[in-house]
């Protein structure tokens, strides 16, 4: 479970359903500025395997679509998506264990 970053899961709304790409911008760009966007939010850190993961949902998201096209709208998160993160994602005002379990007695 990634860490908690202060956020509230209400913050995931600002993530963006679609966008649109550029030119020279592979989808492996647009996958690490997605994480890097969210971090903040979900604790995630960045690893190839997470690049890949990503790469995977935004295709799967955008079937039949040449993501290499500059200028094209891409579904980079829909409501599934949004609920995969709020439920992999730990929000909470602990800042460390002792803090926790102090909060529990």
């Known amino acids: 479970m990634a860490a908690s970053y202060g ?3 209400g913050d995931l709304r600002n993530l963006p359903a679609t966008i649109k790409t550029e030119a020279g911008q592979s989808i492996e760009d647009i ?19 997470l690049t890949a993961d990503e790469v995977a949902r935004i295709t799967a ?6 993501l290499t096209i500059a200028g094209q709208d891409l579904v980079v998160y829909t ?14 005002t602990c800042h460390s264990l002792d803090s926790c379990l102090s909060k529990m007695v």
């Open 61 to 66: 998201n955008n079937p039949g679509k040449d």
């Open 7 to 9: 956020k509230s899961i």
């Open 31 to 49: 996958a690490n500025k997605l994480i890097a966007d969210r971090m903040a939010v979900t604790g995630e850190r960045a690893s190839a395997k």
């Open 79 to 92: 409501q599934k998506d949004l609920v995969k993160l709020a439920e992999t994602t730990q929000f909470s």
